[in-house]
């Protein structure tokens, strides 16, 4: 059963950067193409970006294209997502999630799941 654990947030000011890592726990993980989520009190949660399993296609929400940026190291079973520029809304739990089909898709679209870490945006 593959794992992911994310890690990385915290809080920040607006206009800051943070960086988030999703660990893989397998080898397997290079074989999964790789979401981020976030999910705020009282709304759905939302696809942010997400990257194939070579991280050959990236994809961004219009909310955050042009600030945020997907990686990922399979060597090192690793998916990251820098966050620049970051504004008060952007603030929430993200999440990062890994599956077999590709694209900024629903989240039951994808089979595993962390925990989740807490960025806070602060004016």
């Known amino acids: 059963q593959l794992q992911v654990v994310e890690s990385g947030g915290g809080l920040v000011q607006s206009g800051g950067s943070l960086r988030l890592s999703c660990a893989g726990s397998s080898f397997v993980f290079k074989y999964h193409n790789v979401g981020w989520f976030r999910q705020i009190p009282g709304k759905e949660r939302e696809g942010v970006a997400c990257i194939s399993y070579s991280g050959a296609t990236v994809n961004y929400a219009d909310s955050v294209k042009g600030r945020f940026t997907i990686s990922r190291d399979n060597d090192a079973m690793m998916v990251y997502l820098q966050m620049n520029n970051l504004k008060p809304e952007d603030a929430g739990v993200y999440y990062c999630?890994?599956?077999?089909?590709?694209?900024?898709?629903?989240?039951?679209?994808?089979?595993?799941w962390g925990q989740g870490t807490q960025v806070t945006v602060s004016f």
């Open positions: 999630a890994a599956g077999t089909y590709y694209g900024l898709l629903p989240e039951n679209s994808y089979d595993y």
